[in-house]
């Protein structure tokens, strides 16, 4: 890529000035027409063509869809096309599930029906290390930018764009949502949307960008800065192609918007992955670090907390305004564990003021509870109570931002069961309270479930997941994660302030 | 407790020697009959003391098992005393779960009925930070000690020991295991119960201590080193009642087992908490963590650690003989993830040899894959294929232990689902193939599940998780603890060859 700037230019237009005019790139989002050639009827790993016709398809994708293979007649309940030069109308994207051996006959069908973006499922390119796949990856790009056709890849799953109606895999939600997510490995980009949905995490654009042959993680940075759909931007890079431009991307992203960047090949032993997975290089991790400190954007070391972050980022309308943490749960081992936990990761539990513990004192009993912080209660078996609770704690000036956990083991859940109470309904009550106490208290809340791997137990997580989700609580399954997730927005912040934003 | 040794002379033999005698405390564990006092038919917190019947009657318990309430006639099916003194039998342990101004006339109904140990759940005591608290709490060991009576809490929820046929918690496992766990806290002793039994971890004995008033952590360790039924021995400590006895229980135990332990209170806001939980001084952390260290012991940060722990010295034969790993999964992301995880947590993904190298290949498809180190295969959807990776790969002199990874995104579940496999058969297989080459190469194989928060991918991990736990295989949610989990352990062996174990 460090000659790709001059090699655009043979190409048309959409080349030229795509640092200066990034949004042009938007047509690669919305494609009018999607053909998948080497589509099979057979489902799975065989057939993951049809894969993304399904997923194209479930998206309620109203333009042209062609599955093209000469072996069949339909997929899908879709007219099933010998070759792409015989689809009658225009095709604007082209997604490529065919042997390596396929890949230079229909690059040349795609310049022929004049297609304007390909996207590359195929694999055995630069990242097999054989000289073989690395000229042939070179000279599909070459012959894509004669032809001012951009590549996807190769080797990845491509965009899921809710608003373009496409997606890579079959049940993708249609929703979409302010995270974009740029991701050189298809796995991590179909893991974070299966993970991150169920959390009420709604996405923009993702984008599994394989060995970045021609379009880089710069190119689509420069973009997401800009796009308008975009309010959080989040990043799995493994090699940065052109270390100057990515800087500049970067910058510019990270002063618009959140940036949150996982960086793959942190190690030695991370490094020889990346070379086979993308054949990237994963370059120095201290310039990497530095180059993300220095820009504000926030690095995080694996998909759980880049997942952590994006709900913080979605959910709490503004930063916490300091350090300062409330924390209300039961148990006295939890209660300990979370204040560890919020200090070790750079936040503070300080005492309640005089005020807040007589308030709280009047309906806690002094037996088996702390009011002091965390405040240690049985109260999260009487939604009442711990809306009280709760809004007398995030009365307390020294209280920036509050922390609502529970357990299962000795927990409400459990108890609730033995009881004979309506769990459902009862995590239903407790979640208005807490609705109810941000509103009033307007100071960021967020919500601690942790379930031990029971049946019983995943079903009740599922179920405060779902309500989470849609009171737009961010969710965490343990006390650290909370507080690391908490501690680094904070300090996102701070340094948005000392870069004057 | 420091003049705890002088007053112990008051008491029985019990007192005198446990020092030097630890077994002898093994009739804690062994109660012959047991009586509840305060408790009442219902269910939840405000009627726990009926849980600890129940859990009783659910262990199997053969011995008398006593309701103790003058409002009721019976409990449970069980003929309910309207005091202590009115059980026609012997009672040897007496469990307390009545109010905290009840507490000093039902212990002088103990001494009258002449048991041997009363456990508190009653909560009130010096963990308030009253006065009157700290009194009570003071007065009740004073008496105790006069009458040879030994005291677990107060405001703790006392022993779980399935070779007595006592528990804590309704639904505890019957079957003994290797396992002790000592805890401070009630809360975190159920929650590891809940969280390691499904991974099938069992357990000798479970003793939450609370305020370590009487019987303390160092006299349990002392008894647990000692005890025939435990090999592994695991501790959450807030504070230390005696150092110097401490630091002799905890050299002899780590001596003979491994020793895992959980400080809580390792901060400034932690320590706060202790305070108010067990009323303990969480003490000086650095001078902690150098004892723990010294005496060869494994610290942990939270419980999700140590359940890690447990998994792998419960699970592999032998600690690895070194840090090299031999990681086999599918994703070229999550091999990148799983590579810098392992260096991160101080293992090392060597590069696999030329011929191990050049055996995978044959098998192995070029595009899409890796047979370095991270192997990123898909052979995880064809168990033979993948017995003859993992065989493969374990017979590399370069590889210490083996992980096995899977993902759901994009990984088996999802596909197999797809492709109409059925997804339990396949499970089944696939860990039947880690258990051929696990006894045909000798060396350990611990699993990494990944599961996102959706309710089929849960039903799939608890389908692996029990798989996993009849076969003894250490199962994680994700890859970093996996890794984390086996760096300790071979540091641990490590520390015991430095220290001439």
């Known amino acids: 890529m460090a000659k790709g700037k001059d090699m655009r230019k043979e190409g048309d237009k959409r080349f030229t000035d795509s640092e200066d005019d990034p949004l042009a790139l938007d047509y690669i989002f919305h494609p009018r027409s999607v053909a998948v050639v080497g589509a099979s009827p057979q489902l799975g790993f065989a057939g993951v063509g049809t894969s993304f016709l399904f997923a194209i398809q479930s998206m309620g994708f109203e333009g042209g869809l062609y599955p093209v293979n000469p072996k069949h007649q339909q997929i899908l309940g879709l007219k099933c096309y010998a070759s792409l030069v015989d689809i009658p109308g225009p095709v604007d994207h082209v997604i490529f599930s065919v042997p390596v051996k396929a890949v230079l006959d229909v690059v040349e069908d ?191 070391n694996n998909l759980d907390e880049l997942v952590d972050m994006l709900s913080v980022f979605c959910f709490f309308e503004r930063p916490p305004a300091g350090r300062r943490v409330g924390v209300v ?35 806690t009993p002094v037996a088996g509870t702390s009011v002091r912080n965390p405040v240690d209660t049985m109260a999260i078996l009487e939604p009442a109570k711990l809306a009280d609770t709760l809004r007398i704690v995030a009365s307390d000036e020294a209280v920036d931002v509050l922390l609502a956990h529970a357990g299962f083991g000795w927990g409400p859940g459990r108890v609730a069961s033995a009881m004979g109470l309506d769990v459902d309904k009862l995590i239903a009550a407790v979640i208005d309270a807490l609705v109810r106490v941000r509103e009033a208290a307007k100071k960021p809340i967020a919500v601690v479930m942790h379930a031990p791997p029971l049946r019983e137990a995943m079903e009740y997580s599922l179920s405060v997941q779902e309500h989470c989700a849609r009171q737009r609580f961010p969710l965490f399954p343990n006390l650290s994660r909370a507080a690391k997730a908490i501690a680094k927005m904070v300090t996102w912040q701070e340094m948005r302030e000392d870069l004057g934003r």
Do not use: W
């Not at 991590?188 to 379009?215: C, E, Q, W």
């Open 110 to 300: 795609c310049v022929a029906k004049k297609v304007r973006s390909m996207q590359f499922f195929t694999a055995g390119f630069s990242e097999t290390g054989e000289e073989e796949g690395v000229e042939l990856e070179r000279q599909v790009v070459q012959r894509a930018r004669q032809a001012g056709i951009r590549v996807i890849g190769p080797n990845c799953i491509g965009i899921y764009c809710p608003s373009g109606k496409i997606s890579f895999g079959p049940g993708s939600p249609r929703r979409p949502g302010p995270v974009a997510f740029l991701s050189q490995s298809g796995g991590n980009a179909a893991d974070l949307l299966t993970t991150a949905s169920p959390r009420g995490i709604r996405f923009s654009k993702m984008v599994s960008y394989g060995n970045a042959a021609d379009l880089n993680e710069s190119e689509f940075l420069e973009y997401l800065a800009e796009d308008p759909e975009t309010k959080i931007i989040s990043t799995y890079i493994e090699g940065v192609r052109d270390g100057r431009r990515f800087f500049r991307a970067i910058r510019r992203a990270s002063a618009r918007k959140p940036v949150i960047v996982l960086k793959g090949g942190r190690t030695e032993s991370g490094n020889r992955a990346v070379l086979s997975h993308t054949a990237s290089l994963a370059g120095s991790l201290a310039v990497f670090r530095a180059l993300v400190r220095q820009v504000g954007a926030v690095e995080v």
């Open 329 to 363: 749960g039961g148990g006295g081992g939890f209660s300990v564990y979370a204040a560890d936990q919020v200090d070790e990761a750079g936040l503070k539990a300080p005492a309640l003021s005089r005020r807040v513990q007589d308030e709280l004192r009047r309906f």
